[in-house]
Every structure is written in C-alpha cells, then in structure tokens.
C-alpha cells in the first residue's frame, strides 16, 4: 500500500483555521482574555514601523507569552484599521507544513483569499521559527523580496536564533526578547499595583524608591511569584497553579530538554543533559565549578561545558561571573554561579517552598537575579575572594570599577546586627564605595556604620524596583 501523502486542500484548510480572522475579524477568544504583557507596546511599535525593510525576530523561553502577544498585536492591527485579510499566522512546527518554505506558504495564503496577485500592505507572522531549517536564509530573502511587506517571526531557542538573526539577519532582522515574568509584571498581572507606593520622587516626577502599604501580603504574593509566577499562565490559572509541576515539566521542560536542544545542537544522550539541569535547578545560586557539577552529574566536564552553553540557549539557566574584591575578572574562569532565569522551574521539579525553608534564601537570590536577566546588556557579577564574598556588584561600564554593591538577604537579623556584614563592610571599604543595600524580609531602614551608609529593603521591594527599572529604561 503506497504511503498517505499531505494535500493541498488539507494545507489550505489548516492555514484557514490559523487564520479566523480572515472570516470574522477576531482573534480567538481565549487570547483575548489574556493581559497584555508589560512588554506589548514596545513589540507593537515594532510591527508596525513599516518605513524600516526589517523583519522582527521574537524571541524568548516557551510559555511565557509569546504567541499571546503576537495574537494581540493581530487584534489589535484590526482595531486600528488594517484589513484581517492582510494579516498571517503561521505556526511552523505544526507538522502539516513540514518540507513546505516559507515564501510558498506566503503564495498559498494569498492564494486562498483570492489575492494571489497582491504583494503589499501585508503583516505576516511565522511562529516556532526554528523548526525551519535555515530560517534566517528564507527570512532575509522575504524581506529583500516584498518591500511593502512586515515579516514578524518567533522562535523558543532565544540564544540559537540570535545567533543565526547576528549571522545572517545584520540590517534586515531587529530582535525583540520577551522574558519569564518579572516581579513587576506579575504585580500588574495580578492586579496587585494598589500594594506598590513611591517612596521617593525625584524632581522630574520619577519613583526613585518604592515600598509597600501592606509588606506581610506583598510578601505572599514574593513567595507565591517564586514558586508560580514566571509564566502568565500560571500566575493567572488557579487550575495550573494546583498542579504546576506538570505544567512546567511537561509542557516547558521537558519539550526543551527532550525535543527542541536535541533537534537543534543534535544532542545524543538526554539523560546525561536533564541530570545536569536537575542537579543545576536543585542548586540554583551556588558556586559551581566543572569538576565538582561532572562529580555531582556524572557527566564529564567536557560535555558539561557544551550543555551549559545549550541551557542558556534554551534560556534556563544563566552563568554569573565571579570577579575579586577589587571588581577584576579572573583570567581563568574557573569558579561561577548558575541561576535559573525563572525561580518557579525549581518548584515544578521538586516542590514549592515555604517562606520559613532553609533553601528560600536561595531562591530569593535566584528571583533578584532573574530581574537582571531581562536586561541583556547590563548583568551584574558577585565577588568572592578568599576571606569574603558579596551577593552582587555592578561595575562602573567605562571605569570597569565596582559602582554598587547589594547583600541579598532573606532574614532581619543583619538589622539588628550590622556589623556582622564583615564581607560587604571590606569590600565598601576597599573600593571606597559610600553605600550599599541589603535585602530584608520587612525591615525598610537606614544606618550609617562607620561612614557606609546601609540601605535595608525587603527583598520583595527591592526585587520589584529592578523589574520596574529595567522595563521602564527600554
């Protein structure tokens, strides 16, 4: 019996129900009922600059709200004027559309609306991007093709697709990355901005310090954001939240761990890989090295070194460098930190944690650090040095100096006892640095200790102002 093949009309009817808009000028509804990301109107501005022969390539982790926001920007394209017939949806890894280009599948969808002969005005989406290969090769020739054209393309292996974007894309693709939820947007999301108040304004009107009217329930909402809340769904779905463990691992982990790095980088041995990011979840925010993650995994150091680069492409993990007290970089950089980009990976493979857990201290230096996350541009470091270590340090981008220092703390007691911050008062002093910050559960207070001034935060505050900074300064 010879082999069933795909059909034209079975492609023709597939790209239909992509596209409902087409009949009935809305998005499907569940998309609808969805909150717009924090992060929609600068992608939006992005769609819609016609004038500029670029494509827009999003990228970012799965789940977090990439195909919700491409459906809002399609609604809101028609609300705003532009002809649903003139707007395209694709989803490349639907099955259906294997062996089939991405210019062919543009003639096709002007074929089925009767405007095969129409090459203009037209805003054109390509979803999970990836699965087509070399995608950036077809991409650019769309765009040097159809100069009237708005080819908006997305893709899960954020770190893989910038690559290529880098490679082949220079002055024909603008990348946009759409991040886990911060804590800032998980506030919004949840409709929690009545808790947020500006503690200091500065003279052109700006926030220069937040706090809270109610710290005990912003609180719960800290812990609730570390356990759920870096996916939209989750943080939205009192049905997912009761089982986020097989939402998370099903759908986000093991679809990266077991299909997308495979497929991607030709990975052989998964089971060596998902030992590896378990034994990293696990121990998010700790000092690692080659030999002691191999002695831990059972995966030689070697190997390791490549799957850390594939995590990070995945954006699971990221690495943190250490430098010395004096804010120098090692020349061998053998000693580093790994965060998960997104606390709530850690809750899904093994458990939510209590406020009161001996591990919560980590995760909340895991939750800070995923803030920093989203701005690629500016990660800070920690410093460690034989008698002492800081959480973080930010160093001055010309002078190359440590600017700023924070001690991320999940406890009141340096409050109460300053001067048991030894690490953090040497290293003010050393680097004659004036202030630092140290995070508290709710404790908002000020002290001078021997000409340093102390800056105490609850970490929930402190987490939500680098959120809200970093989105606000892009």
Known sequence: MP????????????IKFENPWWKGGRIDPYFSEFRRRLYFDQFYQLITEVTIKRAVVLMGPRRVGKTVMIYHAIQQLIDKGTDPQKIIYLSIETPIYNGLGIEGLFRLCRQIIAKEDDLSGYYIFFDEIQYLKDWELHLKSLVDSYHRCKFIVSGSAAAALKLKSDESGAG??????????????????????????????????????????????????????????????????????????RYIKSDIIDKVLLRDLPSLYGIQDVQELNSLFTTIAYNSGNEFTYESLSMTSGVSSNTIKKYIHYLQAAFLIKVVHRIDQTGKKFKRANYFKIYLTNPSLRSALFAPIEATADLMGNMVETAIYAQWF????DTPNYSRWRSGEVDVVRLHAGKLKPEMATEIKWSNKYHAQPRALKSLRRFLMYNNLPRATVTTIDITDRIVLDEHTL?????AIYCYTQGRQIHDQQ
């Open 3 to 14: 082999l069933l093949t795909v059909t034209e009309d079975q492609i023709l009817s597939r």
């Open 374 to 377: 989203h701005d690629t541009k």
């Open 172 to 245: 024909r693709f603008t990348d946009f990355t759409l991040p886990p939820l911060t804590f800032h947007e998980y506030v919004h999301l949840q409709e929690l901005d009545h808790l947020i108040i500006c503690r200091e304004q500065e003279d052109d009107n700006v926030c220069a310090a937040y706090d809270t009217i109610d710290i005990t329930e912003l609180n719960r909402h800290f812990v609730q954001y570390i356990n759920y809340g870096g996916y939209p769904e989750i943080s939205l779905s009192v049905a997912v939240r009761a089982n986020p463990g």
């Open 455 to 459: 800056q105490y935060t609850p970490a």
